[in-house]
C-alpha cells in the first residue's frame, strides 16, 4: 500500500513560518486529492487544506492567508507553508491521500504517522 512520510515540523516562535512536506512512497499509484490535518491536545482532527490531483486547493478558515499548500503530482509530494503561525496551530499535523489507484486496486485513505509543530507565544 501507498505509505505517506511528513517531515519539516518543529519549534518556531509565534510569527514564524514552517514548512512541512509529505512523500508518498511506492509505485505506480495514483492519489486523487491529497491533505493536511491537525490534531492539538484534547481536540479532535481537524481538516487544514486540501489539494486535488488538478490543483484546487480548500482552507479552513483559521489558516486562510497564511498556509498554503501544493503539491507535486510528478514527485508524489505535497506540502504545506505555513507562515504568520500562531499558538494556536500547534498540534500534530498529518498528511493524508484520499481516492488512492494502487496496482489495480482502491484504497479510500492512506495516512502518515504525524510531525509535531509547536509555536511558541
Known amino acids: 500500500q501507498v505509505q505517506l512520510v511528513e517531515s519539516g515540523g518543529g519549534l518556531v516562535q509565534a510569527g514564524g513560518s514552517l514548512r512541512l512536506s509529505c512523500a508518498a512512497s511506492g509505485s505506480s499509484f495514483k492519489i486523487d486529492a491529497m491533505g493536511w490535518y491537525r490534531q492539538a491536545p484534547g481536540k479532535q482532527r481537524e481538516l487544514v487544506a486540501t489539494?486535488?490531483?488538478?490543483?484546487?486547493?480548500n482552507y479552513t478558515d483559521s489558516v486562510k492567508g497564511r498556509f498554503t499548500i501544493s503539491r507535486d503530482n510528478a514527485k508524489n509530494t505535497v506540502s504545506l507553508q505555513m507562515n504568520s503561525l500562531k499558538a494556536e496551530d500547534t498540534a500534530v499535523y498529518y498528511c493524508a491521500g484520499h481516492g488512492i489507484y494502487y496496482r489495480g486496486s482502491y484504497y479510500s485513505e492512506s495516512w502518515g504517522q504525524g510531525t509535531q509543530v509547536t509555536v511558541s507565544s
Open positions: 489539494i486535488t490531483s488538478g490543483g484546487s486547493t
